[in-house]
């Protein structure tokens, strides 16, 4: 399995990952945010077939959102964050530890971006209680009050040395 930018060479149409929104988004909307420059879309692939993706794009939080765990970053400006916009599993997929595959792929790729570019957080919308938890489980923290939108560090990131 291999995790790749998205291209046309991937077959989306046959992914399911029981989320009627999130395959239809793979499937007929991906493309036409690529166009636009609105997300970057990495794939695990199993030759050209799509096992999972995620989505990443730029984002802000408020100091407000959290004046607790946020309370030595700026309260005049906004954060810079990347925002985990989507992550899904084909169901075909699911139960092999994918999921974290791709969650330690988009925090990789953050710590890469933020050596150019500011980054003090990645950002996640959890859909519900169970994909909060994941994210919990991966050291993910809920911002106080927007209890579903949850924030990892970019500086707890480990570096690519370190992860050697």
Request: glycine share 6%.
């Given at each position: 399995?291999?995790?790749?930018k998205l291209d046309k060479n991937h077959n989306r149409k046959t992914f399911d990952c029981g989320s009627e929104p999130i395959?239809?988004?793979?499937?007929?909307?991906?493309?036409q945010m690529l166009k636009r420059h609105e997300v970057i879309i990495?794939?695990?692939?199993?030759?050209?077939?799509?096992?999972?993706?995620?989505?990443?794009?730029a984002n802000q939080i408020e100091q407000a959102d959290d004046p607790n765990q946020?309370?030595?970053?700026?309260?005049?400006?906004?954060?810079p964050c990347v925002l985990l916009?989507?992550?899904?599993?084909?169901?075909?997929?699911?139960?092999i530890g994918l999921g974290r595959d791709l969650l330690l792929h988009a925090l990789k790729t953050t710590k890469q971006l933020s050596q150019?570019?500011?980054?003090?957080?990645?950002?996640?919308?959890?859909?519900?209680?169970?994909?909060?938890?994941?994210?919990k489980a991966y050291g993910f923290i809920e911002l106080q009050n927007k209890p579903?939108?949850?924030?990892?560090?970019?500086?707890?990131?480990?570096?690519?040395?370190?992860?050697e």
């Open positions: 399995m291999q995790i790749s395959n239809r988004f793979i499937q007929q909307l991906a493309s990495y794939v695990a692939h199993d030759g050209d077939t799509v096992a999972g993706f995620y989505t990443l794009s946020l309370k030595k970053q700026s309260k005049h400006t906004p954060i916009g989507r992550l899904a599993v084909d169901q075909r997929y699911q139960g150019t570019l500011g980054i003090a957080f990645i950002v996640v919308d959890a859909k519900d209680a169970s994909a909060k938890s994941f994210y579903l939108r949850l924030c990892y560090p970019v500086a707890s990131i480990p570096s690519a040395e370190q992860q």
